[in-house]
């Protein structure tokens, strides 16, 4: 009997979502399980570095790791897992664009750890005691992961084949990754492995979608009761579906929410934010600055709203304190 | 991620070229150093300075490399596309290269002619010209298309200019939609009494031409209509015209005027529009005796049954032709034509807003238009030049430039008002024999016959007072003062100031846009120089053309304008029409905009930000689509699209961002090296 399949599932910086979605296969896992050999997953199995460390060079068929990339350890598990692998796919919205953990880029990396150490509500830390890379106590040395100033895509780190995106990816698009890899027949490197016309494109609502729309007012999901049946962008919600790629089969549009934009722009688009800031600020309907400011104050956080997942892989990355 | 810079498109070979134009550029800029800068960047085959690239030799020394060294890319850094990217695109052609292989970088307006400093200008001119190289790697093949024009006309506006512009292209055989806002045409001239300088009766050779409009069988005339939306482009608008409710059926109504005689209003109660308020007319009315169409009108305001409807409709009793509808309403009518003519005039300065003259507080301070009809013999006084008392006023001052040459209200000078003013000061003369005083500022008598014009004036007794009056005022100081207005000047060819007592002023009110100028600029879609008249593509080389093809412009909405320039704008205009027409059929530049449909994803933002209305959504397909030949390649959609669907022919993406990156080396980023960017951010 041949020799399955291996493959391998790791995460960085995520919340376990991606994880999860791997566990949504419900009976199709076995499938899976049936078809490969799945020779890493510390979340779900015992397996140890030094378990992969040994293993040949390319010696796994593919590797789904999941999370953006901030800390030294994530880097080395990264560079590691890609000489191991020979197909390496950045699985979930995190390693694919940086996701939520990228919005940390929005601050400087002295400004998260005085918050999270010092300043944020259940601290009490009157030593000020922060973590350190190295702390030597006595004769022993302690060590501990380097945080970057920054967060970073998957890509950013080292070189990946294919992306698989989504927060998470749904196991339909799981399933057919899976089962593509299988048949050898890969597309071309760097295929975001998902359709790549946007959202509107299988959206319930895309028919109550006005061809004059323009924008008056903007809201939010808690501030109005929105209609179940008529497309979002015309009740004054930002719906990131415009710039935001199809494969998801809506489904936050299904859960009368808009979309967030978590499947990141199409193949033609360079920066999703900058899209849909385009697209919705040319279509505002007041003319003067002030009447026009008005409106854009209706949005409180434009970076978390336009580049929730994107920041890291956006032209803008991260906020460069002026004495940097 | 995609590449920047060129990777995996194969090295294309590029000609460079850059023109001294003569000192233009080369006293600024060191073209032999970019000339070998710019030889050293991958993909330049050949790289050359010349002094006249524009020039015979120069397009030749293209045409040359290219056959010699098989170019496939030229760029050429000199002035502005505006000036000669055809004349380069026509040279790369010829030479058998498809011409939007060829790009132009200006480094005249955007860098000789701007700055001083000659180091600055030549990294410019550097900085530019290799975004320009950069961005030719990606340029492609194009085609133009060849749209039809349509051979008729609209023409808005039908004074002197919309009328001779009308007579010319209709008597070419073309056929003039003329559209009047007013119940009549003829404009201003229409309301003067004599033409300065030759003292023609205004209205002996303005209403023939009148007539000839009305009688044209070229001609459709529509009075008391406006243009409510047009859209389209060269050769192919699309207009609604809205003709306003006169309550009479134009094709009817032969003007005899029973009606206004048959109305029940025994007198004429309400200030008649025409004679600006000086007279009266009734609530049906003709404007004045040849208007143009020869058809009463009511006003809807001042009628009884408009109002109370308990009117004995005597008017619709004494009209035999039964021409008189009160239910009507107003009417649409959609025209398709090629090519229009804005000829929409001035309005004059309000002398309100300068009270020191006391317009509005003294009965007996005019403005030069209210003079005009008052000596005209069809005026409000038939022609005499009176004082609100009825008499015959003994001294009169025309005060010159109110409303021009002044900080405070326009600082452009109204061109007109000094010549109109010598021929107000000679017919006021002449009509009550009263002593005229003119003040002015500075005389402005250019043009053929004006300045003897001003010489006879002078030998015919008027008084010529050089200072701009400070004041109109009724404070007698003096005996010989009361009862009279008394003009405070400085005099400043005496240097004393004087205060001159008059029984009557004139206010030589200047030329202004008219106030909805600027909708008529949106609506048509050109542009407005800082004071408010419509633009002109070159003051001039291009004095009657727009920046939007098919869209002209003549007479003074352009700028201040006596009647002689307005009427030869207007033929000028009239024959860049015909121009248009007699070459049948217009060349569409190919930097269109196209939708992928493959990727549209029907999202509709894209439709309605078309200033062209060239985007559609198919309900067949749910898909956008973009209708060439109505693209004007503005890029608004590109730049909309949020899944970038849509693209545009010269203005591609990696085009963009070749340009940009090539730009962006002066200051040492590399777009295609952000990766190295980003190791720099991890570790700081």
């Known amino acids: 009997m041949p020799e399955k399949p291996k493959i391998a599932f790791y995460w960085c910086a995520s919340c376990g979502g991606c994880e999860e979605s791997v566990v949504d296969l419900a009976e199709d896992i076995l499938m899976v399980a049936d078809a490969v050999d799945i020779v890493f997953w510390p979340v779900a199995m015992d397996f140890?570095?030094?378990?992969?460390?040994?293993?040949?060079?390319?010696?796994?068929?593919?590797?789904?790791?999941?999370?953006?990339?901030?800390?030294?350890?994530?880097?080395?598990?990264?560079?590691?897992?890609?000489?191991?692998?020979?197909?390496?796919?950045?699985?979930?919205?995190?390693?694919?664009?940086?996701?939520?953990?990228?919005?940390?880029?929005?601050?400087?990396?002295?400004?998260?750890?005085?918050?999270?150490?010092?300043?944020?509500?259940?601290?009490?830390?009157?030593?000020?005691?922060?973590?350190?890379?190295?702390?030597?106590?006595?004769?022993?040395?302690?060590?501990?992961?380097?945080?970057?100033?920054?967060?970073?895509?998957?890509?950013?780190?080292?070189?990946?084949?294919?992306?698989?995106?989504?927060?998470?990816?749904?196991?339909?698009?799981?399933?057919?990754?899976?089962l593509t890899l299988l048949s050898g027949k890969l597309p071309p490197k760097g295929t975001v492995l998902a359709p790549d016309s946007a959202l509107c494109e299988e959206c319930p609502r895309k028919e109550s979608k006005p061809a004059d729309l323009s924008f008056e007012h903007f809201t939010r999901p808690h501030m109005i009761l929105s209609d179940p049946e008529k497309c979002l962008l015309a009740q004054g919600l930002i719906c990131m579906g415009p710039a935001t790629r199809a494969g998801c089969e809506a489904l936050c549009i299904n859960g009368n929410m808009p979309c967030s934009g978590c499947f990141g722009p199409t193949s033609r688009v360079k920066d999703q934010g900058a899209k849909i800031l385009s697209s919705i600020c040319s279509n505002i309907e007041a003319k003067t600055e002030i009447a026009i400011d008005r409106v854009l104050d209706e949005i409180p956080d434009p970076v978390g709203t336009f580049y929730r997942y994107g920041l890291a892989a956006s032209m803008l990355r991260k906020k460069i304190a002026e004495e940097v | 991620m995609s590449t920047f810079n060129g990777n995996g498109q194969s090295i294309p070979k590029i000609g460079f070229y850059i023109c001294h134009c003569g000192h233009n550029i080369a006293s600024m800029v060191d073209v032999d150093k970019v000339q070998k800068y710019t030889a050293s960047l991958p993909g330049v085959t050949v790289s050359r300075d010349y002094k006249y690239m524009c020039s015979d030799p120069g397009q030749e020394l293209i045409q040359k490399d290219i056959k010699e060294f098989g170019l496939n890319r030229i760029v050429v850094a000199s002035c502005s596309p505006l000036l000669h990217e055809h004349t380069f695109r026509v040279a790369t052609e010829k030479a058998g290269l498809n011409p939007y292989f060829f790009h132009m970088v200006n480094i005249r307006e955007n860098v000789s002619w701007v700055t001083g400093d000659k180091e600055a200008a030549t990294d410019k001119a550097i900085d530019l010209v290799r975004a320009a190289i950069q961005r030719v790697f990606f340029h492609k093949p194009l085609v133009k298309k060849e749209v039809p024009i349509n051979p008729d006309v609209l023409i808005l506006g039908g004074g002197i200019?919309?009328?001779?512009?009308?007579?010319?292209?209709?008597?070419?055989?073309?056929?003039?939609?003329?559209?009047?806002?007013?119940?009549?045409?003829?404009?201003?001239?229409?309301?003067?009494?004599?033409?300065?300088?030759?003292?023609?009766?205004?209205?002996?050779?303005?209403?023939?031409?009148?007539?000839?409009?009305?009688?044209?069988?070229?001609?459709?005339?529509?009075?008391?209509?406006?243009?409510?939306?047009?859209?389209?482009?060269?050769?192919?608008?699309?207009?609604?015209?809205?003709?306003?409710?006169?309550?009479?059926?134009?094709?009817?109504?032969?003007?005899?005027?029973?009606?206004?005689?048959?109305?029940?209003?025994?007198?004429?109660?309400?200030?008649?529009?025409?004679?600006?308020?000086?007279?009266?007319?009734?609530?049906?009315?003709?404007?004045?005796?040849?208007?143009?169409?020869?058809?009463?009108?009511?006003?809807?305001?001042?009628?009884?049954?408009?109002?109370?409807?308990?009117?004995?409709?005597?008017?619709?009793?004494?009209?035999?032709?039964?021409?008189?509808?009160?239910?009507?309403?107003?009417?649409?009518?959609?025209?398709?034509?090629?090519?229009?003519?804005?000829?929409?005039?001035?309005?004059?300065?309000?002398?309100?807003?300068?009270?020191?003259?006391?317009?509005?507080?003294?009965?007996?301070?005019?403005?030069?238009?209210?003079?005009?009809?008052?000596?005209?013999?069809?005026?409000?006084t038939s022609g005499e030049v009176l004082t609100k008392e009825g008499k015959k006023p003994k001294s009169v001052g025309i005060v010159h430039c109110v409303g021009s040459r002044d900080e405070k209200s326009n600082k452009w000078c109204s061109k007109v008002c000094c010549m109109y003013s010598l021929k107000l000061a000679h017919l006021i003369k002449e009509h009550t024999g009263a002593e005229v005083y003119n003040f002015y500022i500075d005389m402005r008598t250019p043009g053929k016959g004006y300045e003897e014009f001003y010489d006879k004036l002078m030998n015919e007794g008027v008084h010529f007072i050089r200072g701009r009056v400070a004041e109109v005022t009724d404070w007698a100081l003096a005996a010989e003062e009361e009862n009279k207005l008394t003009i405070r000047v400085e005099d400043t060819l005496v240097g004393v100031v004087r205060r001159i007592p008059v029984d009557m002023v004139v206010l030589s009110v200047g030329l202004e846009p008219r106030e909805d100028a600027s909708d008529v600029r949106r609506m048509f879609n050109i542009s407005c120089s800082n004071e408010g008249f419509f633009l002109e593509r070159h003051p001039k080389l291009a004095p009657v053309s727009t920046f939007t093809d098919g869209i002209f412009i003549a007479g003074a909405c352009q700028g201040p304008k006596d009647i002689p320039d307005s009427v030869a704008q207007a033929g000028a205009a009239a024959a860049e029409v015909l121009s248009l027409i007699c070459a049948g059929t217009i060349e569409l530049e190919p930097n269109t905009a196209s939708i992928t449909e493959e990727f549209c994803s029907g999202c509709k933002s894209c439709i309605p930000l078309c200033p062209y209305s060239a985007i559609s959504f198919k309900e067949d397909t749910k898909k956008a689509y973009i209708n060439e030949a109505l693209c004007k390649g503005c890029g608004t959609c590109v730049a909309a699209c949020p899944s970038g669907s849509i693209i545009q022919n010269l203005f591609e993406d990696e085009q963009i961002f070749g340009e940009i990156e090539g730009l962006l080396r002066f200051a040492g980023i590399d777009l295609a090296g952000s990766e190295t960017k980003g190791k720099e951010l991890e570790h700081a």
């Open chain 1, 48 to 178: 140890k570095k030094t378990d992969v460390e040994t293993m040949e060079d390319g010696s796994i068929l593919a590797t789904m790791l999941n999370g953006a990339i901030r800390t030294s350890e994530q880097e080395e598990m990264a560079r590691l897992i890609r000489r191991k692998s020979k197909i390496l796919i950045a699985y979930g919205s995190c390693a694919h664009m940086g996701g939520i953990p990228a919005l940390a880029n929005e601050f400087e990396r002295s400004e998260i750890l005085k918050y999270a150490y010092e300043d944020a509500p259940s601290v009490i830390n009157s030593q000020h005691t922060y973590p350190e890379a190295v702390y030597q106590d006595k004769s022993r040395k302690i060590t501990l992961p380097v945080f970057r100033n920054i967060v970073r895509t998957l890509d950013q780190v080292v070189d990946v084949d294919y992306y698989l995106p989504g927060c998470p990816p749904t196991p339909k698009l799981l399933k057919q990754a899976v």
């Open chain 2, 161 to 380: 200019a919309g009328i001779h512009a009308a007579l010319t292209i209709a008597n070419a055989g073309k056929k003039v939609y003329l559209v009047e806002r007013e119940p009549t045409i003829g404009g201003h001239m229409a309301m003067f009494d004599k033409t300065f300088p030759t003292l023609d009766c205004a209205a002996c050779i303005l209403t023939p031409k009148m007539s000839a409009v009305k009688n044209h069988p070229n001609i459709t005339l529509w009075s008391y209509s406006e243009v409510e939306k047009i859209e389209g482009f060269v050769g192919n608008y699309r207009a609604t015209i809205k003709r306003k409710p006169r309550y009479v059926i134009e094709e009817l109504c032969v003007g005899c005027m029973d009606c206004i005689d048959a109305c029940i209003y025994k007198e004429a109660k309400y200030p008649d529009e025409f004679n600006l308020g000086m007279s009266k007319r009734k609530p049906i009315y003709i404007p004045f005796p040849q208007a143009t169409p020869q058809v009463v009108l009511f006003d809807p305001d001042t009628c009884i049954d408009f109002k109370s409807h308990r009117c004995k409709k005597t008017c619709i009793e004494a009209c035999d032709r039964d021409a008189i509808d009160l239910k009507q309403t107003a009417k649409y009518e959609e025209i398709n034509i090629g090519s229009v003519i804005l000829a929409t005039g001035f309005k004059t300065y309000d002398a309100k807003f300068a009270p020191q003259y006391g317009y509005g507080r003294f009965p007996n301070v005019f403005t030069s238009l209210e003079l005009e009809r008052m000596v005209n013999a069809s005026g409000p």
